[in-house]
């Protein structure tokens, strides 16, 4: 499953702006996939795992 810019920011209670900020400027935050040219979708799976990945770090950090 594919997310767009707009589902991916409802998803994760964010700003479209937000989603794009942290696509160029966090390391960790799943790169879009190209799917056509001007159209790039996040897929869900990478997504979900960057969210546990996060969820494992903060455990282990407190």
Known sequence: ??????ELA???SISRATVWR????RNSFPKPHALSPGCKRWKKAEVDDWLEE???ANRSVG
């Open 10 to 12: 409802a998803f994760l």
């Open 54 to 56: 996060l969820s494992s």
């Open 1 to 6: 499953m594919f997310l767009s810019d707009k």
């Open 22 to 25: 942290w696509t160029a400027e």
